[in-house]
């Protein structure tokens, strides 16, 4: 059982930055999968980035790629993101998500993470 918590989130103007974090409790942690998600009003959840329970490979989605850097200390159980470069478009609900490394269902897809945090929100102002 692993359980998340999201922090960092707030409003920024565009092109400024900001870092959310994840931070995990259970001493599994550092065997999970994690990825971002990303929930606007009236829009479904969709992926943002993932990284493995090594640290490597990392994986985004085309929309973030160059702006955004996943990142994780296993040692403070905690994965981070670092947006920069943020756009308008980028206001949502960011939540991390979690999942064993025996999941083998698509990483970009919702439904294959069984563990995730209360969200933390991102509004970016033109």
């Known amino acids: 059982q692993v359980q998340l918590v999201e922090s960092g989130g707030g409003l920024v103007q565009a092109g400024g930055s900001l870092r959310l974090s994840c931070a995990a409790s259970?001493?599994?942690?550092?065997?999970?999968?994690v990825g971002w998600f990303r929930q606007a009003p009236g829009k479904e959840r969709e992926f943002v980035a993932m990284?493995?329970?090594?640290?490597?490979?990392?994986n985004y989605v085309d929309s973030v790629k160059g702006r955004f850097s996943i990142s994780r200390d296993n040692a403070k159980n905690t994965v981070y993101l670092q947006m920069n470069s943020l756009k308008p478009e980028d206001t949502a609900v960011y939540y991390c998500?979690?999942?064993?490394?025996?999941?083998?269902?698509?990483?970009?897809?919702?439904?294959?993470?069984?563990?995730w945090g209360q969200g933390t929100q991102v509004t970016v102002s033109s």
């Open positions: 998500a979690g999942r064993g490394t025996w999941y083998s269902g698509p990483w970009y897809e919702p439904e294959q993470y069984p563990y």
């Open positions: 259970g001493s599994m942690f550092s065997s999970y999968n």
């Open positions: 990284i493995t329970f090594s640290g490597s490979p990392t």
